[in-house]
């Protein structure tokens, strides 16, 4: 009995988030509200509370359902251990267009993040905890950087946080102006042939 109540839990906690998905990407964040969301997913609010403390709380749980998998792998360019640190970055940064591209879901929630989201009132907490995600993943690439300069494969003619920095801007600005506008431009080759411009820059081998 207890093993089907919790799965008949995380069935409802499921539920909840695919409707907030739905809801955040037609209506905004700003534009939803919880009431929204229980009626979209057949529940009551109480239910809502039950598993999260408020809005703010469902969003992130919504996010991290799909961000965090895609960012697995870049996180892990700063571990020492990674013996070829720039074509983890390469591949995994092409994983995550591929992904937006062709995952419907990870497509969905990155357009609610990018475009639909307004981080005032109750989204101020999220503004903040995506900051210092912001700054950590930055962080990481940074020692990516240095490694693989202290390795001869890159000559940096940079700080190593203003490479990263700079990554990190043409990876993400390339995912904003293709959700504006996904039939511009073919996410994945040109997200390919600027990142290997961005290496070649720095010296870095393709």
Known sequence: MARRTKEEAEATRARILDAAEREFHNNGVSGTSLEDIARAAGVTRGAIYWHFRDKAALFEAMMERVVLPLETEMLRAGDPEVADPLTLVRQATLGALRAAVEDEQARRVLEIALHKVEYVNEMQGVRERRIACLVERIGHLAAMFERAQAAGQIRLAMPAMTAAGGLHALIDGLLHNWMLDPGAF?????????????????????
Not at 196 to 202: I, N, P, Q, V
């Open 186 to 206: 073919d996410l994945v080759a040109c997200g390919e042939a600027l990142l290997d411009a961005y290496f070649r820059g720095l010296n870095a081998p393709a």
